[in-house]
Protein backbone atom coordinates (compact mmCIF):
# COMPACT_ATOMS: atom_id res chain seq x y z
CA UNK A 1 0.00 0.00 0.00
CA UNK A 2 1.28 3.53 -1.09
CA UNK A 3 1.58 5.83 1.76
CA UNK A 4 -0.06 8.34 -0.27
CA UNK A 5 -3.23 6.20 -0.72
CA UNK A 6 -3.29 4.68 2.85
CA UNK A 7 -2.26 8.36 4.59
CA UNK A 8 -5.96 9.84 4.05
CA UNK A 9 -7.99 6.71 5.34
CA UNK A 10 -5.77 6.92 8.39
CA UNK A 11 -6.26 10.27 9.20
CA UNK A 12 -9.95 9.91 9.41
CA UNK A 13 -9.34 7.05 11.89
CA UNK A 14 -7.22 9.28 14.37
CA UNK A 15 -9.83 11.86 13.98
CA UNK A 16 -12.27 9.64 14.83
CA UNK A 17 -11.00 7.74 17.63
CA UNK A 18 -8.60 10.31 18.69
CA UNK A 19 -5.10 8.10 18.69
CA UNK A 20 -1.90 9.25 19.57
CA UNK A 21 -0.15 9.20 16.11
CA UNK A 22 3.10 9.47 18.06
CA UNK A 23 2.41 6.51 19.99
CA UNK A 24 1.72 4.72 16.61
CA UNK A 25 5.01 6.11 15.39
CA UNK A 26 6.80 4.74 18.79
CA UNK A 27 5.30 1.38 18.70
CA UNK A 28 6.76 0.95 14.86
CA UNK A 29 9.82 1.72 15.83
CA UNK A 30 10.13 -0.35 18.70
CA UNK A 31 8.48 -3.70 16.30
CA UNK A 32 11.15 -2.97 14.02
CA UNK A 33 14.19 -3.45 16.39
CA UNK A 34 12.93 -6.43 18.32
CA UNK A 35 11.53 -8.28 14.91
CA UNK A 36 13.91 -10.51 13.43
CA UNK A 37 13.08 -9.34 9.91
CA UNK A 38 11.68 -12.60 8.03
CA UNK A 39 11.65 -13.25 4.06
CA UNK A 40 8.27 -11.28 2.97
CA UNK A 41 8.45 -13.55 -0.09
CA UNK A 42 8.20 -16.58 1.98
CA UNK A 43 4.53 -15.22 3.51
CA UNK A 44 3.65 -14.47 -0.64
CA UNK A 45 4.40 -17.32 -1.78
CA UNK A 46 1.43 -18.69 0.49
CA UNK A 47 -1.08 -16.35 -0.55
CA UNK A 48 -0.17 -15.73 -4.63
CA UNK A 49 -2.25 -16.96 -6.82
CA UNK A 50 -4.46 -19.02 -3.90
CA UNK A 51 -7.79 -18.48 -2.57
CA UNK A 52 -8.15 -17.64 1.16
CA UNK A 53 -10.31 -17.67 4.10
CA UNK A 54 -9.72 -14.34 6.42
CA UNK A 55 -11.86 -15.72 9.62
CA UNK A 56 -12.98 -12.61 11.52
CA UNK A 57 -14.21 -13.07 15.75
CA UNK A 58 -17.79 -12.10 15.22
CA UNK A 59 -20.89 -14.19 16.53
CA UNK A 60 -21.31 -16.25 13.28
CA UNK A 61 -17.38 -17.68 13.53
CA UNK A 62 -18.57 -20.83 14.78
CA UNK A 63 -21.33 -21.47 12.48
CA UNK A 64 -19.03 -20.51 9.89
CA UNK A 65 -16.50 -23.16 10.41
CA UNK A 66 -18.67 -25.74 10.93
CA UNK A 67 -20.36 -24.88 7.73
CA UNK A 68 -17.09 -24.36 5.81
CA UNK A 69 -15.72 -27.90 7.33
CA UNK A 70 -18.65 -29.55 5.99
CA UNK A 71 -18.36 -28.09 2.35
CA UNK A 72 -14.44 -29.09 2.27
CA UNK A 73 -13.53 -25.57 2.08
CA UNK A 74 -10.84 -25.44 4.96
CA UNK A 75 -8.55 -26.95 2.31
CA UNK A 76 -7.60 -22.71 1.16
CA UNK A 77 -5.27 -20.92 2.87
CA UNK A 78 -6.60 -19.66 6.46
CA UNK A 79 -6.14 -16.54 7.93
CA UNK A 80 -7.39 -15.72 11.65
CA UNK A 81 -7.56 -12.27 12.67
CA UNK A 82 -6.35 -12.54 16.31
CA UNK A 83 -9.11 -14.00 18.94
CA UNK A 84 -10.39 -16.05 15.62
CA UNK A 85 -7.49 -18.07 15.80
CA UNK A 86 -8.75 -19.50 18.50
CA UNK A 87 -11.82 -21.35 17.26
CA UNK A 88 -10.12 -22.27 13.97
CA UNK A 89 -7.77 -23.96 15.50
CA UNK A 90 -10.73 -26.38 16.63
CA UNK A 91 -10.50 -27.38 12.91
CA UNK A 92 -6.92 -26.93 11.97
CA UNK A 93 -4.04 -24.40 12.10
CA UNK A 94 -4.35 -21.62 10.13
CA UNK A 95 -1.46 -20.76 7.87
CA UNK A 96 -1.49 -17.06 8.85
CA UNK A 97 -2.64 -15.00 11.67
CA UNK A 98 -3.12 -11.19 11.66
CA UNK A 99 -2.88 -9.85 15.47
CA UNK A 100 -2.11 -6.62 17.39
CA UNK A 101 -1.85 -9.53 20.10
CA UNK A 102 -5.43 -8.63 22.05
CA UNK A 103 -7.04 -12.17 22.01
CA UNK A 104 -5.99 -15.14 23.70
CA UNK A 105 -1.91 -15.46 22.99
CA UNK A 106 -1.11 -18.79 23.78
CA UNK A 107 -3.38 -20.07 21.22
CA UNK A 108 -1.86 -18.05 18.84
CA UNK A 109 1.45 -18.91 19.95
CA UNK A 110 0.22 -22.75 20.09
CA UNK A 111 -0.54 -21.83 16.32
CA UNK A 112 3.10 -20.39 15.34
CA UNK A 113 4.78 -23.69 17.13
CA UNK A 114 2.78 -25.75 15.04
CA UNK A 115 3.75 -23.55 12.07
CA UNK A 116 1.60 -20.60 11.35
CA UNK A 117 3.19 -17.66 10.45
CA UNK A 118 2.76 -14.36 12.40
CA UNK A 119 1.57 -10.73 11.03
CA UNK A 120 2.17 -8.75 14.13
CA UNK A 121 0.99 -5.37 14.10
CA UNK A 122 2.47 -2.42 16.33
CA UNK A 123 -0.31 0.53 17.52
CA UNK A 124 0.43 2.50 20.64
CA UNK A 125 -1.72 0.55 22.63
CA UNK A 126 0.53 -2.42 21.98
CA UNK A 127 3.99 -1.71 22.72
CA UNK A 128 3.94 -3.71 25.93
CA UNK A 129 2.51 -6.79 24.85
CA UNK A 130 4.72 -6.01 21.83
CA UNK A 131 7.85 -6.16 24.19
CA UNK A 132 6.79 -9.33 25.27
CA UNK A 133 5.83 -11.68 22.28
CA UNK A 134 8.19 -10.64 19.79
CA UNK A 135 11.55 -12.12 21.54
CA UNK A 136 9.57 -15.45 21.52
CA UNK A 137 9.09 -15.32 17.81
CA UNK A 138 12.35 -16.34 16.12
CA UNK A 139 11.02 -17.27 12.60
CA UNK A 140 8.39 -16.96 10.19
CA UNK A 141 6.64 -13.57 11.82
CA UNK A 142 5.82 -10.14 10.09
CA UNK A 143 6.14 -6.77 11.07
CA UNK A 144 3.04 -4.26 10.53
CA UNK A 145 2.28 -0.70 11.23
CA UNK A 146 -0.65 1.93 10.29
CA UNK A 147 2.03 4.45 9.64
CA UNK A 148 4.95 5.26 7.33
CA UNK A 149 6.73 2.52 7.96
CA UNK A 150 10.16 2.21 9.59
CA UNK A 151 12.71 -0.64 8.25
CA UNK A 152 11.61 -4.28 8.12
CA UNK A 153 7.83 -3.22 8.17
CA UNK A 154 4.69 -3.31 6.13
CA UNK A 155 1.67 -1.09 5.73
CA UNK A 156 -0.46 -3.20 3.40
CA UNK A 157 -3.72 -0.66 4.42
CA UNK A 158 -6.12 -1.38 7.05
CA UNK A 159 -7.03 -0.89 10.47
CA UNK A 160 -8.81 -3.89 12.42
CA UNK A 161 -7.36 -7.38 12.27
CA UNK A 162 -9.76 -8.38 10.29
CA UNK A 163 -9.79 -6.30 7.18
CA UNK A 164 -6.02 -5.56 7.80
CA UNK A 165 -5.94 -9.06 6.95
CA UNK A 166 -8.05 -8.86 4.13
CA UNK A 167 -5.47 -6.24 2.81
CA UNK A 168 -2.45 -8.16 3.28
CA UNK A 169 -3.62 -11.44 1.65
CA UNK A 170 -4.79 -8.70 -1.28
CA UNK A 171 -1.36 -6.96 -1.73
CA UNK A 172 0.14 -10.46 -1.76
CA UNK A 173 -1.92 -11.64 -4.57
CA UNK A 174 -4.18 -14.10 -3.36
CA UNK A 175 -6.34 -14.67 -5.94
CA UNK A 176 -9.89 -14.27 -4.09
CA UNK A 177 -10.28 -13.63 0.20
CA UNK A 178 -13.22 -15.09 1.24
CA UNK A 179 -14.62 -13.40 4.32
CA UNK A 180 -15.63 -15.57 7.55
CA UNK A 181 -17.05 -14.43 10.83
CA UNK A 182 -17.49 -11.02 9.73
CA UNK A 183 -20.78 -10.11 10.88
CA UNK A 184 -19.53 -6.42 11.56
CA UNK A 185 -23.24 -5.82 13.61
CA UNK A 186 -24.03 -4.44 17.06
CA UNK A 187 -23.75 -7.88 18.89
CA UNK A 188 -19.80 -8.23 19.64
CA UNK A 189 -18.42 -12.31 19.26
CA UNK A 190 -16.80 -13.95 22.45
CA UNK A 191 -13.52 -14.42 20.77
CA UNK A 192 -13.27 -11.02 20.60
CA UNK A 193 -11.95 -10.66 24.16
CA UNK A 194 -12.61 -7.89 26.54
CA UNK A 195 -13.11 -4.98 24.63
CA UNK A 196 -14.96 -1.55 25.02
CA UNK A 197 -18.22 -2.20 23.12
CA UNK A 198 -18.63 1.49 22.05
CA UNK A 199 -15.42 1.90 20.51
CA UNK A 200 -15.78 -1.64 18.78
CA UNK A 201 -18.73 -1.17 17.13
CA UNK A 202 -16.87 2.17 16.24
CA UNK A 203 -13.79 0.22 15.13
CA UNK A 204 -16.32 -2.07 12.99
CA UNK A 205 -17.71 0.98 10.86
CA UNK A 206 -13.89 1.60 9.78
CA UNK A 207 -13.43 -1.94 9.29
CA UNK A 208 -16.66 -1.76 6.87
CA UNK A 209 -15.73 1.03 5.32
CA UNK A 210 -12.47 -0.08 4.66
CA UNK A 211 -13.09 -3.46 3.26
CA UNK A 212 -15.90 -1.21 0.91
CA UNK A 213 -12.70 0.95 0.10
CA UNK A 214 -10.47 -2.17 -1.22
CA UNK A 215 -12.89 -3.72 -3.71
CA UNK A 216 -13.74 0.24 -5.03
CA UNK A 217 -10.41 1.37 -4.96
CA UNK A 218 -8.35 -1.39 -5.76
CA UNK A 219 -10.72 -3.92 -7.20
CA UNK A 220 -10.22 -6.63 -4.47
CA UNK A 221 -11.54 -9.74 -5.52
CA UNK A 222 -13.51 -10.67 -1.92
CA UNK A 223 -16.56 -12.42 -1.21
CA UNK A 224 -18.51 -12.89 1.89
CA UNK A 225 -19.39 -16.08 3.51
CA UNK A 226 -20.64 -14.85 6.89
CA UNK A 227 -24.13 -16.44 8.26
CA UNK A 228 -25.49 -13.18 9.68
CA UNK A 229 -24.76 -9.42 10.57
CA UNK A 230 -24.31 -7.00 8.00
CA UNK A 231 -24.22 -6.94 4.40
CA UNK A 232 -20.72 -5.11 3.36
CA UNK A 233 -21.40 -2.69 0.63
CA UNK A 234 -19.44 -3.58 -2.70
CA UNK A 235 -18.85 -7.34 -1.71
CA UNK A 236 -21.31 -9.82 -2.89
CA UNK A 237 -22.47 -12.56 -0.24
CA UNK A 238 -22.31 -16.35 -0.67
CA UNK A 239 -24.20 -18.51 0.60
CA UNK A 240 -21.78 -21.50 2.43
CA UNK A 241 -24.08 -24.28 1.45
CA UNK A 242 -25.54 -23.68 -1.65
CA UNK A 243 -22.89 -20.83 -3.37
CA UNK A 244 -25.98 -18.81 -4.52
CA UNK A 245 -25.34 -15.26 -4.12
CA UNK A 246 -28.20 -13.58 -2.48
Known amino acids: MKW ?3 KPKYEQIVDKLKLDKDEDIRAGRI ?4 INGSNLSDLENLLQGNECIVFGAGPSLEKDLEKLNEKGWLDKVLISADGATSAVM ?3 VPEIIVTDLDGFLEDQLEAWR ?3 WMVVHGHGDNIGKIRKVIP ?3 SRVIGTVQ ?5 QLHNFGGFTDGDRAVFMANELGASKIILAGMDLGEKIGRYTGETDEELK ?10 LSWLVEEFEANIANVTSEGKLIPKIPHEDIRNQQVR
Not at 31 to 34: A, E, G, I, M, P
Not at 147 to 151: A, H, Q, R
Open 114 to 116: KGA
Open 31 to 34: LSKL
Open 4 to 6: EKW
Open 136 to 138: QLT
Open 147 to 151: VNEPS
Open 90 to 92: EFK
Open 201 to 210: ELKLEICEDL
